[in-house]
Every structure is written in structure tokens, then in C-alpha cells.
């Protein structure tokens, strides 16, 4: 009986790209040393891949409500500068420059409720924010000339209601801020 031997299409080695002629179908190397740099080279995104993952678990596993609010904040703020760019000062009325802050008309730490309310937040000056602790008389007028007074009414009422946010809500709040950042950040 007569064995037919195909012969095999050449390929180009993984490692050194060398054009060579297989001697197995399912092989990728053409010396015995690239194939030792390959399953090296396998081995190592394995074990990158794994890394991460461990590391995602074991983060999402520690974390607070209190270090995720300090993530959705941070996409929250950095929505309201985008938002606001090119704006005057909500206090002062006068062109912002330098560093711009988010500034919120009711406090996060005390007004739960209208933490991340968009009417609540607006772009501030420093001077304004952080050393004229919001200038919040003038802040009003400002609010009123931006949002009208219905609105500035309304986020009157709720601003004082308790509110608890839990971790999957806060996620869910970080995660619609960051893809409204990345929109903005595109237009």
C-alpha cells in the first residue's frame, strides 16, 4: 500500500516571520527556538490576562460606596466643565481662568438628593468656590439667569429630602457621566 504524503503550503514563522515549509500542519515556528520564544509569548498574555482579571475582581470586591461616589464625582465634575466651558463664573460673572471647579449650589455632603442634580452644579471660578465658600447670593442670581426660577424652585424643594444611594446606583451614575464626558469630548 502506498501512503500519499501532501505536501504542505509554507508559512511564516510567528516569532521570526521566516517563510518555511511546515513539517506538521498545526505548526507555527519554523526552529525549535521560536517555538520556545512562543510559548513563552503565549504563556506570558495568559498569565497578563488572568493578572487582570484577578485584579478586577479583587477590586470591585474592596471597594466602598464611599470610593465609588468619589468615582461617579469625579466624572460628574468633569461633565459639568465640559458642559460649561467657555461660560462665565455662576457667582461673579466674569470669564473663568485657569482652573475651573464644579461648584454646587447645595453641598454634596449635606444634600444627598441633588449630589449629582445638573441644575445644582455649574463652573466657578476659584476665588468664587473655594475661598468664598460658593459666593452663594450671588450663585442664586446666577442660577436664575442659567436654569430660570421654576427650576431653581423645584431644586429647592427636593434638595432637603433624604436620599441613600447604593453601589449599583452610583456605578450606573458614573458610568452615564463618563459616556456623556467621552460625547462631549468628541463634538
Known amino acids: 500500500m502506498k501512503t500519499i504524503v501532501k505536501q504542505l503550503k509554507d508559512k511564516k514563522c510567528k516569532v521570526c516571520s521566516v517563510l518555511f515549509t ?51 464625582q469625579s466624572h460628574f465634575n468633569a461633565y459639568i466643565n465640559l458642559r460649561d466651558k467657555g461660560k462665565d463664573c455662576i457667582s461673579c460673572f466674569k470669564p473663568i481662568k ?7 449650589y447645595y453641598n454634596s455632603n449635606n444634600h444627598w ?42 431644586l429647592e424643594s427636593i434638595a432637603n429630602v433624604t436620599r441613600k444611594f447604593t453601589i449599583d446606583e452610583v456605578k450606573e451614575i458614573a458610568e452615564i457621566y463618563k459616556q456623556k464626558v467621552k460625547t462631549l469630548k468628541n463634538t
Not at 504563556?43 to 471597594?63: G, H, I, V, Y
Not at 485657569?98 to 454646587?104: D, I, L, Q, T, W
Request: aromatic fraction near 8%; hydrophobic fraction near 30%.
Open 22 to 72: 511546515p513539517l506538521r500542519p498545526l505548526q507555527s515556528c519554523c526552529t525549535w527556538e521560536c517555538s520556545m520564544l512562543y510559548a513563552k509569548e503565549l504563556n506570558e498574555k495568559k498569565e497578563k490576562k488572568e493578572w487582570k482579571q484577578r485584579k478586577a475582581k479583587l477590586k470591585s470586591e474592596l471597594l466602598t460606596l464611599q470610593d465609588y461616589i468619589k468615582v461617579a
Open 98 to 104: 485657569g482652573r475651573v471647579n464644579a461648584s454646587h
Open 113 to 154: 438628593n441633588v449630589r449629582f442634580n445638573e441644575d445644582n452644579v455649574h463652573s466657578s471660578c476659584i476665588t468664587c468656590n473655594q475661598y468664598l465658600s460658593g459666593n452663594l447670593i450671588e450663585y442664586r442670581k446666577g442660577l436664575i439667569n442659567r436654569i430660570g426660577f421654576e427650576r431653581l424652585e423645584h
